[in-house]
């Protein structure tokens, strides 16, 4: 297999990260992205990662306060080929948000209902921030594979959607409690702002969590189609 300092990472199309998010990423949606990046090898992408920054006012300020929030960018997809080497994650989070305009401020959670740990962002010297609040989704009890953000996109920008789905769905539609995700942040700037930055984190940092064995060093689903994040 192919080592990394065979591989590169840089900015690549819409059209580049299309197929990763709609046919092999477990949500099956496009989302927000301010920034695209492409693994590559020989030409060929192996895999992509997505920042974007449509997120609520809320979770932008969370980390460093009001100053801060409009530096805020979501890690919100990251999907790579099985046929990647070992580290192939970590490597391309690292490399890419190093590409990333200065200060950028990058929040990234793991999804602990999905059996992810967070050793991606832990490779990448990531701050731990411990757990996200929880909060209620709307699933379908006779289809609890499709995410609720699948679901809600049926009535996109839609007033009433909720009861839109209810009409549609009746009774198979529920809400339940969505699993709290590990969080985490980087702040990727030069020496003396990460400095001026890090005095109004609105957090403490935690420990890095582990998982039950070495062997989800990954911290990724891996299928035949890939390894999603």
């Known amino acids: 297999m192919s080592q990394l300092n065979e591989y590169k990472v840089t900015p690549v199309t819409t059209d580049a990260v299309r197929p990763w998010l709609l046919e092999l990423h477990y949500l099956k949606r496009m989302t927000s992205m301010s920034y695209k990046f ?17 997120i609520p006012y809320t979770m932008a300020k969370s980390p ?23 580290n192939a994650a970590s490597f391309l989070v690292s490399r890419s948000i190093k590409q990333l305009p200065k200060p ?3 929040v990234s959670y793991a999804d602990a209902g999905k059996g992810h740990v967070g050793y991606i962002y832990q490779a990448a010297n990531f701050i731990y921030t411990g757990k996200s609040h929880t909060q209620k989704d709307w699933v379908l009890k006779s289809r609890p594979d499709i995410h609720t953000r699948t679901l809600m996109d049926e009535f996109a920008f839609t007033p009433n959607r909720i009861e839109l789905l209810k009409d549609r769905y009746g009774d198979d539609l529920v809400q339940v409690d969505r699993p709290a995700k590990n969080r985490y942040v980087y702040v990727h700037a030069d020496k003396r702002t990460k400095a001026a930055i890090m005095k109004d984190a609105q957090f403490k940092s935690h420990p890095y969590p582990k998982g039950n064995s070495a062997r989800l060093a990954t ?3 891996i299928n035949t189609q890939g390894i999603l994040f």
């Open 64 to 86: 460093f306060g009001d100053k801060w929030h409009r530096n805020v960018q979501e890690l919100n997809r990251l999907v790579l080929s099985p046929k990647c080497p070992k």
């Open 219 to 221: 911290n990724a689903t």
């Open 104 to 106: 950028t401020i990058v």
């Open 38 to 54: 492409g693994l590559i090898h020989n030409n060929e992408v192996m895999g992509v990662v997505t920042y974007g920054n449509a």
